[in-house]
């Protein structure tokens, strides 16, 4: 069974960077089969896509972020990574990292989350 | 940019059916799936309904999704308390650029 678990720190500066992991447990997360996502959520409000890799590396951003966020991968860790730039505390959310099953975005495998917060 | 617009609030009572939609303005998304969510507090989302009408294994057949058109609806029969979550619906954009996610309707089980 595939199993994702997110990782990184909880706590960043405005205008600094957030660097999250998603760690892929029962799966390669060099399968060109699979679109490995990003998406958040803020306190108490609704879901937003972030981005997503794919065959083997390519990326597709959601437009409000794209010139901030970076999706890439780590074979060798069986992990893939969410960089996003120039943070300010409407970045405050719980990330979560998805794996698709063959739709691209029917997420049906899920990391637990992670809340990070952005806060001076 | 396209919106998906769900219903804030959506209740019933156990054993009734229930049903939530999901439209969009832009006729774009009319011709691409149509996902659905069910988010339990704290939880991480769980996929309902994927492909507008398939359910994944596990996902009881309680649950049916439909669409026609720039619209689509998630139906709950037989409501059970455990179904007390948000539902989220969730497409791409007409140029599979972007993926949009309704606001999500809170189901309440009176």
């Known amino acids: 069974q595939v199993q994702l678990r997110e990782s990184g720190p909880r706590l960043v500066k405005p205008s600094e960077t957030l660097s999250l992991t998603c760690t892929v447990s029962?799966?390669?997360?060099?399968?060109?089969?699979?679109?490995w996502s990003w998406i958040r959520q803020p306190p108490g409000k609704g879901l937003e896509w972030i981005g997503y890799m794919y065959h083997g590396g390519k990326t597709t951003y959601n437009p409000s972020l794209k010139s901030r966020v970076t999706i890439s991968v780590d074979s060798s860790k069986n992990q893939f990574s969410l960089r996003l730039t120039s943070v300010t505390p409407a970045d405050t959310a719980v990330y979560y990292c998805?794996?698709?099953?063959?739709?691209?975005?029917?997420?049906?495998?899920w990391g637990q989350g992670t809340l990070v917060t952005v806060s001076s | 940019q396209s919106v998906l617009t769900q219903p804030p609030s959506a209740s019933g009572t156990p054993g009734q059916r229930v049903t939530m939609s999901c439209s969009t303005s832009?006729?774009?998304?009319?011709?691409?799936?149509v996902f659905w969510y069910q988010q339990l507090p704290g939880a991480a989302p769980k996929l309902l309904i994927y492909k507008n009408n398939l359910r994944p294994s596990g996902v009881p057949d309680r649950f049916s999704g439909s669409k026609s058109g720039s619209s689509a609806s998630l139906a709950i029969s037989g409501l059970r308390s455990e179904d007390e979550a948000d539902y989220y619906c969730?497409?791409?954009?007409?140029?599979?650029?972007?993926?949009?996610f309704g606001g999500g309707t809170k189901l309440t089980v009176l």
């Open positions: 969730a497409a791409w954009d007409g140029s599979l650029t972007n993926v949009l």
């Open positions: 998805a794996r698709d099953v063959d739709s691209g975005i029917d997420w049906f495998f």
């Open positions: 832009s006729s774009n998304i009319g011709f691409n799936f």
């Open positions: 029962g799966g390669s997360v060099s399968s060109g089969s699979y679109f």
